[in-house]
């Protein structure tokens, strides 16, 4: 057996006298999808900060493919392979879509001193991140356009395949399909399923129960703070979850 | 056939998004030169006149280029009037100590002005970027403690003698081919290397991430603090230039003078398509916004216009960029 991609035990998260969260124990397997569910406040946007190193926790332990880590910061996270996709997405709307791919890790042109001087190589980050948005069937009318011309969606789809891109490891989305219509939703799901055949592991934050039950091997309820719940695909439906996420035995 | 069409309408897809915007521009500045040609074509096009249009707008050429870069981060200087008369008190003190003449000793004034500049420069952005005071009280302060240093270290009168020829004379005075002034030339660099900078290199990917969405830029892990103090930096140093430049040109300092410098150069840069909001930025642009503003006094001087009429123009043109900006978003 494997060492899982991400483990976390016992943690705690406290803002003054507001838990946060109290000793959650959480867990994600490469190739897995884990649905990270509860309510407004219950914890889940500050869980997955933790384990991307954008905040620290106040106690607890995180192991990182089987050994013990500590995060000093979200670009060391992201060296470790650790992507997310931010609640508010993450984009700059002026720019176009390989910049924001390559924005703070850029890559250039014309030797060491195209390098000193941070000339950039913008055939090769647009060569590289539209090849990678057609993987995951992101596909832009203008590619070299502004993310503020493009659709919610196509905006959304941007950014999980930016994720994607850089993710070696763990994929966070919180909540990437809230602001989605039907179909658009639709697309989110097929990359979720993409990558994860990648062998990418991936915390999806929703709200949409359907939407977790359909491609979520795993649904882990939070509830104030505390893990509520934990089923294995099929264990439950959607009553289950309710019942699991208002605290209705 | 199919190819050359895909490649027209991409075309006519890059004049209408904006990117191109200063094309538009300078069309509009071109047909303002021709109306006021149309009136007084000896003038008007005089090998004279040019010249002095242009190397008139050396000096805010410079600081408008400077600016641009603050204002795309979606940050404002108004410290730039100050710093400029700062520096070039500087450069003279500083010309004067080294002996007052040759070279060494314009180089010696150059090179202060320009540590001058970027010293205030790096205090706006350390008070911008680390303090998180907004960098409009944050740069109106430094206007008031650069001015007032100024005023200090020359009770207000400015300094005239000492100045090398080789500045005033060989630079100020001289062109190059016998046809374009040093001054513009300078201009000129400053221009190219900022169009590089901005368009073609991280930092000014950096600059204009900054101002789209500076938490996205945060987020991915770029040092949004040291970028912005740069920038700052990078607007005090085109300041410090500016000052040389201006030294060069009238052999004296200018305390007193150029107290509405910043909204001039912020004025360009947002004529220019510059988004106050941050995240669009145009360097040529900018040059073209230094132009209107030019060409229409020039204009009104030689059609014996009040001068008054310039700046109620131009207070009209700044007013509908913005406008026109606003409405883009
Ligand atoms: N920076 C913060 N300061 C104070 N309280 C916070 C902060 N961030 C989150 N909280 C609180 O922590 C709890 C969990 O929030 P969050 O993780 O955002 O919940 P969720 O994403 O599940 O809706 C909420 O009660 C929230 O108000
Ligand atoms: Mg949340």
Known sequence: MTAPALKARGIVKRYGHIEALRGVDFQVDHGEVVALIGDNGAGKSTLSKILVGAIEPTEGTIEFEGGPVVFKGPADARRHGLEIVYQDLALAPHLEPAENFYLGREIYRGGALGRWLGLLDRATMRRRAIEAMRTLNVNLKDERGRISELSGGQQQGVAVARAAFWASSVLFLDEPTAALGVRQRSGVHDMIKKVQQNGLG????SHDLP??????????????GETAKIYERGETDTMGLVAAITGAH | MARRAADSNGLMRLLASGRFRWLWLLVCLLGLFAFFAAWNPTAVLSTYNVRNIIGDASTLLIVAVGVTFVVATAGIDLSLGAVLIFCQVIAAKTMIAVGGSGWDATLAGTAAALLAGIAWGTLNGVMVARLRIPPLIATLGT??????TALLITNGINVRTGIPDELTLVIGAGRLFNLLPY???????????????????????HVLGIGSNEVAVERT???????????????????GLGAVVDLARFSTTAVGAYSTLSLEAIAAAVIGGTSLFGGVASIIGAVIGVFIPAVLRNGFVILGVSSFWQQIAV?????????????RR
């Open chain 1, 202 to 205: 991936i915390v999806l934050i």
């Open chain 1, 211 to 224: 939407e977790v039950m359909d491609v979520a091997d795993r649904i882990h309820v939070l509830r104030r």
């Open chain 2, 143 to 148: 206007l008031g403690m650069a001015g007032g």
């Open chain 2, 183 to 205: 001054t513009s030339v300078v201009a000129i660099v400053v221009v190219a290397a900022a169009v590089f900078a901005l368009n073609y290199t991280r930092f000014g990917l």
């Open chain 2, 221 to 239: 892990g770029v040092n949004v603090a040291s970028v912005k103090i740069r920038v700052y930096a990078l607007s005090g140093a085109c300041a």
């Open chain 2, 315 to 327: 207070g009209i043109i700044l007013v509908t960029a913005v406008y026109i900006d606003q409405r």
